[in-house]
């Protein structure tokens, strides 16, 4: 059974440090790995997709890295800034032709101004 | 393209009552997830359906919990009775499916907050 565990579960930050948020994974046989941003009584909202082919993707201030082979993703933000606290979580679709998606419990972020 | 709908956003009923939540996936989308979000558990997958069929019903908790999708625009999931422990934020996201890839990026609605007393 998939698990997904991102640490840590809250970060505060001051503005303008780059930060690292990281999600692993018990099954390394996955489709793809999502990144989503919550902001506090909203949906998800899609930050980047990553392949299993792929190594990382980039958006931005944002580069999110896959490491399928010892079950870890690294979600970098540069140069962060107040607009960026939400919560972040992970998201992997393990293969076996389904489309269930296995999410992380998420990391807060609050950047402080 | 107005995204995800979800209604009601906010929902408060009395333990006991029958609840319906609705969604309306995105226009040509073939994909429909219903989630639940707690603070105790995380996001959860309850149910999704391809093309109006339901796939996979594993995460859907009991038989109060029901879902249905009669035409490829509209969803609803049903909980009768309802219990307090069923107070929970409720997703529904929809997807494309590309054949010759493992794209399949979901799109979520806004939620809908359901608190039974």
């Known amino acids: 059974k998939q698990e997904v565990t991102q640490i840590p579960a809250a970060l505060s930050v001051p503005e303008g440090e780059n930060l690292v948020l990281n999600c692993s994974f018990t099954d390394s046989a996955i489709y793809n790995l999502q990144w989503f941003r919550q902001d506090p009584g909203k949906g998800l909202t899609s930050l980047l997709l990553?392949?299993?082919?792929?190594r990382e993707q980039t958006s931005g201030r944002l580069n999110a890295s896959l490491d399928k082979s010892s079950g870890r993703s690294t979600l970098y933000i540069a140069a962060s800034q107040p607009g960026d606290s939400a919560t972040y979580l992970c998201?992997?679709?393990?293969?076996?032709?389904?489309?269930?998606?296995?999410f992380g419990k998420g990391t807060k972020l609050t950047v402080n101004p | 393209d107005a995204g995800v709908i979800q209604s009601p956003r906010h929902e408060v009923t009395e333990m006991g009552q029958e609840v319906t939540l609705r969604c309306k996936p995105i226009?040509?989308?073939?994909?429909l997830f219903w989630y639940r979000q707690t603070m105790m558990r995380g996001l959860e997958l309850l149910i999704y359906?391809?093309?109006?069929?339901?796939?996979?019903d594993s995460g859907m908790p009991e038989d109060r919990f029901s879902a249905k999708m009669p035409n490829a625009s509209f969803s609803t999931l049903k909980i009768q009775p309802s219990e307090p422990r069923d107070s929970a934020v409720y997703f529904c996201a929809s997807s494309l499916a590309f054949r010759l890839a493992t794209y399949n990026e979901q799109f979520f609605g806004p939620g809908t907050r359901l608190t039974v007393l």
């Open positions: 990553i392949q299993s082919s792929q």
């Open positions: 359906f391809n093309n109006n069929v339901p796939i996979d």
């Open positions: 998201a992997v679709r393990t293969q076996g032709g389904s489309e269930k998606l296995v």
């Open positions: 226009s040509g989308h073939d994909y």
